[in-house]
């Protein structure tokens, strides 16, 4: 039946375009969505119903095949709980935590500097050859970098009075670089669904201990209502379960590069929704910054031509 579902959806026109579309406007709603929420659901909590939430959907699809390849887990299982502690655990609770000191704008354009960082990560930690074009773009991007960090004034990097929240978010896509890093070193040989399915039970159960601490003796949890409980739904079916399947399908039908561009649209997005939704407005640092970190990435991932790899 998962054959036949995907065979028909792989024949419908200009359906991997839609998704495409759809996923950085997810990844743009989810710091969105948390910042507007963070006041209301503690950052680990945010994170770890999440994650709860996704995997009681995901485990009657992806549980059969995980058991069946059980010998696989156990013998990789050093490498997935690695792997689930840079991604799952590590990244979206970042994520979370910086909404509580920055802007979904700053967010979502430091989050599109990932293929940076991956690509940064694998010349010292790889010794992949970075190419002189390669180079130029990772130096524009983070210059993009500093110059969104700085609010466009140096004396807040000179004087170290950077917002907690953009360097916890520099920390996330760090984190992610690492992740990315590690799945090339280490691959595990799964299919897709157990993959995710085994990354995510692994990352809740990492961040299990942290949120009980934080729930028990820091911020006492959060009050359920529809104002707390949709935002979840929101974070564990659209920027998790949909765009993962979206942008795969994406990759697949026109190519890696051919999608790596689809996410630029990230920080357009969540510049466009965080105005309406919050009223954030844009500052000259982040055009700015957004010019030069997307003349990075144009440079580097073009010229790398490299996979590039999904965000949760």
Do not use: C
């Not at 700053?106 to 690509?119: D, E, G, H, Q, R």
């Not at 998790?240 to 979206?246: N, S, W």
């Amino acid at each position: 039946m998962a054959t036949t579902n995907a065979g028909i959806l792989s024949r419908i026109p200009g359906l991997a375009y839609v998704g495409l579309v759809l996923t950085p406007l997810f990844w743009a709603g989810n710091a969105v969505v948390a910042k507007g929420t963070v006041a209301h659901i503690p950052p680990l909590s945010m994170s770890f119903w999440r994650w709860v939430i996704a995997l009681a959907i995901l485990l009657p699809f992806g549980f059969p095949g995980l058991w069946r390849q059980r010998h696989v887990v156990r013998q990789h299982l050093g490498s997935m709980l690695a792997l689930a502690t840079f991604s799952v655990a590590a990244f979206n609770s970042l994520l979370y935590f910086a909404a509580i000191t920055t802007t979904a704008t700053n967010i979502a354009l430091l989050n599109s500097t990932i293929p940076i960082f991956v690509a940064l990560l694998s010349w010292i930690l790889l010794g992949d050859r970075t190419r002189p074009v390669q180079a130029l773009g990772i130096g524009l991007a983070i210059l993009g970098i500093l110059a969104v960090v700085a609010r466009g004034d140096l004396s807040v990097l000179t004087g170290l009075q950077a917002q907690p929240g953009d360097l916890i978010m520099v920390a996330a896509v760090f984190s992610w670089g690492l992740f990315s890093v590690l799945l090339r070193r280490q691959a595990v040989p799964l299919p897709a669904l157990a993959f995710l399915t085994a990354q995510i039970l692994l990352g809740t159960l990492v961040i299990l201990p942290f949120f009980l601490v934080d729930v028990l003796f820091v911020s006492g949890g959060f009050e359920l209502s529809q104002s707390t409980v949709l935002p979840l739904l929101y974070f564990a079916i659209f920027p998790g379960i949909l765009a993962y399947a979206f942008w795969n399908h994406g990759v697949h039908k026109i190519g890696p590069a051919n999608a790596a561009i689809f996410m630029y649209l990230t920080p357009v997005f969540a510049s466009v929704l965080a105005s309406v939704f919050l009223g954030e407005s844009l500052g000259l640092f982040h055009i700015i910054g957004g010019v030069l970190i997307l003349a990075g990435l144009l440079l580097a991932t073009r010229a790398g031509q490299k996979k590039p790899l999904y965000q949760s």
